[in-house]
């Protein structure tokens, strides 16, 4: 397993855009179980479980707490596309100092659980529709302000991997594309970054009659960027998974990153 791991890192592409900058770049990775991960890190060698230099990771993974992390794979059993997305980055942009922010539930929906606070009376109707009261994108807002404390910043990109749970109810996948917005929009207005580039992977989960609405889900990730640009979406049907035919598994995730990070690139060159 790491001879092949070994061979698929070594191969990711070496693209540079973008000139030094003494400013911490800052990607927000977030979504459920799929960004969580279900890489397995004993599946890794140490080099790459290893955070690069100049780099900065910050994780918040439902039961854990928010915290910096010494590795990628510290005290935890498992891990996401932070490792290979990191390994591109670093390629395309050597001198720079980054800071990788994670935030991600596995079971949490959009429509309940990432769904913006915004005013009181925003959050009060988000309480009466439903919605959970302790909610993730606070969460994400605290992790970010946790990480980015007296630092100069620019706000590169969000990574988005979620939707499978949407997947499975008719109001959620339904309103699925509207949400994605206001969360893509209420990001860019909290970080003042307008430009802050969001890429979502399509979500692929088995069709095994539970993930019965997984059509509008898919449609909505595909068409964000005309509703919400700068945006867009990597296509995750080819990635391997466990045998629950749901989470992708050590050479998925591996995969996962690397889609996420060449997608990202494809907007410096625009």
Request: glycine share 6%.
């Amino acid at each position: 397993m790491k001879t092949t791991i070994v061979f698929i890192i070594s191969s990711l592409m070496l693209i540079s855009c973008g000139e030094k900058n003494n400013n911490y770049k800052v990607f927000i990775l977030a979504g459920q179980s799929n960004m969580v991960g279900m890489g397995i890190s004993d599946d890794l060698s140490e080099s790459y479980s290893q955070i690069l230099d100049k780099f900065v990771y910050y994780r918040q993974c439902e039961p854990e707490q928010r915290r910096k992390m010494t590795s990628f794979t510290d005290s935890i059993n498992t891990f996401g596309p932070e490792v290979t997305f990191s390994q591109i980055i670093k390629k395309a942009f050597p001198n720079d100092s980054v800071i990788i922010i994670k935030c991600a539930r596995g079971g949490a929906s959009l429509y309940n659980a990432f769904y913006p606070g915004g005013s009181d009376i925003e959050r009060a109707l988000a309480v009466q529709a439903g919605r959970d009261k302790n909610n993730w994108f606070n969460k994400i807002i605290e992790l970010i302000n946790l990480a980015t404390n007296d630092k100069v910043c620019s706000f590169e990109g969000v990574f988005w991997m979620q939707g499978e749970r949407d997947c499975r109810f008719e109001i959620p996948a339904r309103d699925y594309l509207e949400n994605i917005k206001y969360l893509a929009d209420s990001l860019r207005s909290y970080l003042n970054a307008p430009k802050l580039v969001f890429i979502s992977g399509r979500v692929n989960p088995p069709e095994d009659g539970r993930y019965s609405f997984q059509n509008q889900v898919r449609r909505a990730q595909m068409i964000l960027e005309e509703h919400s640009p700068p945006a867009s979406w990597i296509d995750c049907d080819n990635l391997e998974k466990h045998n629950d035919d749901l989470h992708y598994n050590t050479i998925g995730q591996l995969g996962l990153g690397k889609l996420f990070a060449e997608k990202y690139l494809e907007f410096c060159d625009r």
